[in-house]
């Protein structure tokens, strides 16, 4: 059964130019992309979003940096997309991430780490329901 899972290309790696070679990685690994956009989102809905690390020392810098530019929204489709995403992604400090990851490759710092996915089903379903309505996943 496919699975779907919720990924964002930050602010960073759009800046940078890398958005065409991660949506090609991420392509190449065998997803099909069932929803994409690009925009810009407001510190208010990056907090939102990141709602479960409230609290944390880097809540603060982390929703000012998702919202200092345009990222890209997707909502990706596979078996075993959420674990196969995440395995794809790399650590999340990039100095951790294996040789061939998306972070190893296009990321600067345990912040700026060029990509976002789902680390589970409930998480999954939140996130695609935070950013995407019904008739945009069809
Ligand atoms: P992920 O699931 O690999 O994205 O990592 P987490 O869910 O733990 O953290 C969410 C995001 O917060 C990460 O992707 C980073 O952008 C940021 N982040 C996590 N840990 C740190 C940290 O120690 N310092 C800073 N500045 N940002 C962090």
Partial sequence: MPQRTFSIVKPDAVRNGHTGAILGEIDKAGFRFVALKQQSISKRQAEGFYAVHRGKPF??????FM???TLVLMVL???NAIA???KLMGATNPAN???GT???QFASSIQENAIH??????TAAFEIGY????YELI
Avoid: N, T, Y
């Fill in 59 to 64: 809540f603060d810098a982390l929703c000012e």
């Fill in 67 to 69: 919202s200092s530019g």
């Fill in 77 to 79: 489709e596979k078996e």
């Fill in 84 to 86: 196969d995403l995440r």
């Fill in 97 to 99: 991430a294996e040789e």
């Fill in 102 to 104: 998306i972070r190893k």
């Fill in 117 to 122: 996915g789902s680390d589970a089903e409930d």
């Fill in 131 to 134: 950013w995407f309505a019904g």
